[in-house]
């Protein structure tokens, strides 16, 4: 089966049809349900009974933000469906809906969110569905706002499903180059039908309460790194740890050549900067005169 994001752009693919579909299946509602209550989980809100504002970032029809409701917060919902929105009104549900665009940048005041979670949504950045649409600088529209709007030392909780490693990692990047601190948490790591990947992000530097969360085994219960690396067979880890990168060390000219140019290229694909193919001719240095 087709990702959906490979399909359409996700205001085309949730037309009415679609959307009511969706929000009418009893197995994708009990899913729903399941990964907002882990989200909600790795948000670590302080247990005090004070309502929380949160933001739902790609909300659809409002199944995510039913758990927040539920568990007494107040919550904002955003997506770039105008028939999830449509069915989330005839719903009823009790937070305020925003029709937006997340690629563009999320539009909230400074400091006014106390925590975001967002459920199956952020991978969609990473497809360029118009020839304006520029993955890397949707990225970096998005984490940026959203770090900008959430409260120092709250967190954001993104459960997504990247296509491949490349994906993650782009993703990732971005995160921290915004600002964030914390990590990926994959709970069930080794089951290819449990396995899921939630980005815990922590708006502030790296410190004790940045630490990214232990992830869940097969059985239910916590593991961590050390956990894991037990099973030489699958390297597999439940939690990959991430800080925020450290300032580029200088570079004395003496070692510029053909192999420090290579290595240079190579870090700037992986921050997902394009970068000219390397041919025969890369750090080939020119003649004098033509």
């Known amino acids: 089966m087709s990702r959906p994001e490979l399909q359409a752009p996700p205001e085309i693919f949730y037309d009415d049809t679609e959307a009511r579909k969706y929000t009418s299946s009893s197995r994708i509602m009990e899913i729903q349900a399941q990964l907002s209550e882990r989200a909600l989980e790795l948000l670590a809100l302080p247990d005090d009974d004070v309502p929380r504002l949160l933001l739902d970032i790609g909300c659809g029809s409002g199944l995510s933000g039913e758990t927040l409701s539920e568990n007494g917060h107040q919550w904002i919902g955003l997506d770039i469906s105008e028939s999830m929105l449509n069915i989330a009104r005839e719903r009823e549900v009790e937070g305020d809906l925003i029709l937006g ?3 563009q940048g999320l539009g909230l005041r400074p400091g006014v969110i106390d925590g975001a979670i967002s459920i199956s949504a952020v991978q969609w950045l990473c497809n360029a569905d118009k020839s304006s649409h520029e993955p890397r ?3 970096k529209a998005f984490f940026g706002s959203l770090y900008r709007c959430l409260a120092r030392g709250a967190r954001a909780v ?3 499903y990247p296509e491949n490693d490349a994906q993650r990692e782009l993703i990732l990047s ?3 180059r915004a600002g964030f601190a914390g990590g990926v948490v994959v709970d069930y790591p080794h ?6 990947e939630y980005l815990v992000l922590t708006c502030g530097p790296p410190s004790l309460s940045s630490a990214t969360p232990k992830a869940k085994g097969e059985d239910g219960e916590s593991c961590s790194e050390d956990d894991s690396s037990e099973d030489e067979e699958n390297p597999t880890v439940c939690t990959l740890d991430r800080h925020r990168p450290r300032k580029k060390q200088k570079v004395n000219k ?4 053909r192999n420090w140019v290579l290595k240079k290229k190579e870090q700037m694909r992986k921050k997902g900067n394009v970068v000219p193919p390397d041919t025969k001719y890369t750090a080939r240095k020119r003649k004098a005169r033509f």
């Not at 089951?191 to 899921?196: A, I, Y």
């Open 101 to 103: 665009d997340m690629g």
């Open 137 to 139: 600088l949707r990225l």
């Open 158 to 160: 993104l459960q997504v």
């Open 174 to 176: 971005f995160a921290m």
């Open 191 to 196: 089951s290819s039908k449990s396995r899921k």
């Open 254 to 257: 003496k070692g510029k050549g």
